[in-house]
């Protein structure tokens, strides 16, 4: 189905070897894709970090364009976290459509202020929550926990909302407004 989202925005992979491939999409209540523009600068503020492999969590997946992104870049797996069952099947779609299904798992459950997934450690987390959850310092603190050491957490909130400082080992590297949203990056501290 190609959905062409308000103002002619069409969801495409932006970088590596899935570049140009158009994204199966689906109009929902409060789903707002990470745009062109947001999705550019995150991953040129993450061209240093080396996606070979990586192990992604992309919280609050929505249409799970940041971790098809990462994959297109050459992270080993990706979870995506989605509350909503219409867009789980969305997301799994678009993993045959990069022909990465091995390199997907989908899960589909809603994130409260915490957030708590097995035992699981990432190398890059993304939460890109509605603009009415707010990623407080309890729920940074609980992410933390599952970052690896020189691993990154990606946030997109509304840009009304306050960008926590780092905690836990967690250091703000970059904050900037884009349009209607705040794009935050924390690297996790390598402890000597």
Do not use: W
Request: net charge positive; hydrophobic share 40%.
């Amino acid at each position: 189905m190609r959905v062409i989202y308000p103002g002619g925005i069409i969801v495409r992979i932006s970088g590596g070897s899935a570049k140009g491939i158009e994204l199966k999409t689906k109009k929902a209540k409060g789903l707002r894709p990470t745009t062109t523009l947001v999705r550019g600068a995150i991953f040129n503020c993450l061209s240093s970090f080396n996606f070979n492999d990586a192990h992604a969590l992309d919280l609050f997946a929505g249409l799970g364009t940041l971790g098809l992104e990462a994959l297109s870049r050459g992270a080993g797996h990706v979870d995506f976290v989605e509350g909503s069952s219409a867009l789980c099947k969305i997301i799994r779609s678009n993993l045959l459509l990069l022909k990465m299904p091995e390199k997907g798992t989908v899960y589909n459950y809603r994130i409260g202020q915490s957030y708590s997934h097995k035992e699981l450690t990432y190398d890059i987390i993304f939460a890109d929550p509605p603009y009415e959850i707010v990623i407080r310092r309890k729920m940074l603190e609980a992410l933390a926990k599952v970052i690896n050491p020189g691993g990154a957490l990606v946030i997109e909130q509304s840009r009304r909302q306050t960008a926590e400082p780092g905690c836990c080992d967690l250091e703000m590297v970059y904050n900037r407004d884009y349009g209607d949203s705040k794009l935050i990056i924390y690297n996790k501290v390598i402890q000597s």
